[in-house]
């Protein structure tokens, strides 16, 4: 594969320069198409994105009302990292893990208040990197809902679960 592809860019550079243009357009291309978030879906190879991602590679905070979970509080626009499931489930068994610790020292908490003192922690208190991280874990959890593990966590985080499923 690699010869094909060397051999191909040897003969659009001795090509002349419409070779080399017809190069440069389909780099711009595919820059754009990477930009734009099609990325031909390189999620589904993973277990996939289900159209939960936003467009454009940014969110749009939720503001900081007493509404929004600390964690999220944030107004303006943040990046959207696009975690994969690997990146998710391994943020979701640091945060376990972390939390575990935490009650053992501090007593119980909910896993929304939790989270954010892990991030602030994490981040330094840092709010705009806070909240870009839960952006980005919100939205991952989200694609990857039909993995158990990432199904639970997001329905513990949003109240509508008791963490004690997990035992």
């Known amino acids: 594969a690699l010869d094909g592809k060397y051999r191909a860019l040897l003969e659009a ?18 820059k754009r198409v990477v930009d734009e978030g099609k990325t031909g879906g390189a999620e589904d190879k993973d277990g996939g994105d289900d159209g939960h991602a936003p467009d454009g590679n940014f969110f749009e905070a939720r503001g900081e009302s007493d509404e929004v979970p600390e964690f999220l509080r944030y107004t303006g626009s943040l990046r959207n990292w696009r975690l994969s ?12 893990i972390a939390k575990e610790e935490y009650c053992d020292d501090e007593g119980p908490c909910h896993l929304s208040e939790f989270l954010f003192i892990y991030l602030q922690e994490k981040y330094e208190e840092n709010q705009a990197m806070v909240a870009e991280f839960g952006y980005n874990l ?3 959890l989200e694609r990857y809902i039909a993995d158990s593990d990432c199904k639970i966590f997001l329905k513990i985080l949003q109240g509508e679960l008791a963490e004690e499923v997990r035992d």
């Open 138 to 140: 919100i939205d991952a």
């Open 85 to 96: 499931k690997r990146e998710c489930e391994r943020a979701v068994n640091d945060v376990w």
């Open 13 to 30: 550079t001795q090509g002349g320069g419409k070779a080399i243009e017809k190069l440069v357009e389909e780099v711009e291309r595919l």
